[in-house]
Structures are given as C-alpha cells and as structure tokens.
C-alpha cells in the first residue's frame, strides 16, 4: 500500500535560517508528488508538485523540491524562512494511473519560527 | 487557484442527526473529491466523484456517508446518522480541466458532533 512519511513532527528554524523538510514515500513505481500548506484554521494550499522531468521543481513562495527516486524521498526546501512561513506542511502522493488520483497524505510537519 | 466554497463554515450538531456539507466550485470541473482531518491527525481520502458518480471510496466513506451532486453545481456530503467519531474538518477538493491530477482545496467545514 501507499504511504507516505513525514519523519519530523515538529521543527523549529530562526527566521532567515534554511529549511528543509523531509518526505519519503513507499510506492512501486513513480508517483505524483506534492507540497502543501496548511495555515491554522485555513484550507490546504498548493505549494509545488512532481509529475516527471526535472526532478528540481520550484513552487510559490520560494519554495523547492527534489525528487529523488533512489531515496524515495521528496523533501521541501526554502533559502531564507520568513516568520509568515510558520504553518503545517503536508506531503503528499497520487499514484499514476489511480482511477481517482485520490491523495495519500502524510501525517504533517509544524514549522515554527523564532523571530 | 480557482475559488472553492464550503458551507457552513463550522457545523455543530448532536450525535444520530443527519449533517449535509457542501462544496460550491466557481468553475467548470472534472474530479470532486472529500477529504477529512480529524484534529490533530493527518488529512485523509473520503471519497471521490467523477462524472456524477463515485469513482473511488476509502474504508471509511461507510454506508453512514453518501455524496451527490443535486444541482449540477454544488457537490455535497451527507452524514446520515453522526458519530462523536465524525468530529473532523471535512475539505472539498477540485481538478480543473487540462490541469491533470492538481487538487484544489476548500477552506473546510468543522464539524463538531456532541
């Protein structure tokens, strides 16, 4: 089955420090991946996604993400975090050729950021 | 990002009531999709529903839950007889046209069965 794994529940960077966040997924072949956000008390936005190419994707806000099949991982990056960054972030995978293309999400990372 | 709308808001309501919640998208879609959260916990597949049927459902979407689309329009979740269990955001998720399998979400309802 499916799952993806969001290995830090929590993890706090200064602000204007890098981050990254951790995602690695268990599927047989390549799947679709994403990055999304979660304000509190908001909905989900959409971040970045992975679908084939450059395993190198840009997203909104300055994020980004590498795709890296040997690791299963796809792990979410930003240079310089910003205090508006604070937030839950959600990784995500649909399985190519899914008759729904239903997402398996993982359980979440919480960002805090030290002023 | 196309406009995804859910109504109400937040929903209280006593354990064994029917609850409806609905997603009204702005747009013209192919894929609907309901998504739960249960808080603090992950967000999970419901169901999904394409061309005004379901085309895939978890184990959880049980024959407590059904989903239609009675306008053309709204796309809607009804909750027939609620648990204390069912306590949960509940999210509407949307793919446009030509966008492949990009999921756009709702802002969600809370509901809150006492």
């Known amino acids: 089955a499916q799952s993806v794994t969001q290995p830090d529940i929590h993890i706090t960077v200064s602000e204007g420090a890098s981050l990254e966040l951790r995602c690695n997924y268990s599927?047989?072949?390549?799947?679709?991946l994403f990055w999304y956000v979660q304000s509190p008390g908001q909905g989900l936005q959409l971040l970045l996604k992975?679908?084939?190419?450059?395993?190198l994707v840009q997203g909104i806000k300055g994020f980004e993400a590498e795709f890296k099949r040997s690791q299963s991982s796809f792990n979410l990056r930003k240079p310089s975090v910003h205090w508006s960054d604070a937030a839950e972030y959600f990784c995500?995978?649909?399985?190519?050729?899914?008759?729904?293309?239903?997402?398996?999400f993982g359980s979440g990372t919480r960002l805090l950021v030290r002023p | 990002e196309p406009e995804v709308t859910q109504t109400p808001s937040h929903q209280v309501t006593q354990m064994g009531q029917e609850v409806i919640l609905r997603c009204v998208p702005i747009?013209?879609?192919?894929?609907f999709y309901w998504y739960r959260q249960i808080l603090g916990q992950k967000v999970e597949f419901l169901v999904s529903?394409?061309?005004?049927?379901?085309?895939?459902k978890s184990e959880i979407f049980d024959d407590q839950f059904s989903v239609e689309r009675p306008d053309g329009s709204n796309f809607t979740l009804k909750i027939r007889s609620t648990k204390l269990e069912d306590s949960a955001m509940y999210f509407c998720?949307?793919?446009?046209?030509?966008?492949?399998?990009?999921?756009?979400f709702g802002p969600g309802t809370r509901l809150t069965v006492l």
């Open positions: 992975y679908f084939s190419g450059d395993t």
């Open positions: 747009s013209n879609h192919l894929y």
């Open positions: 599927y047989g072949a390549t799947p679709y």
């Open positions: 529903f394409y061309n005004n049927e379901i085309s895939e």
């Open positions: 995500a995978v649909a399985r190519g050729g899914d008759s729904s293309y239903k997402l398996i």
């Open positions: 998720a949307i793919v446009l046209p030509g966008q492949g399998t990009e999921q756009f």
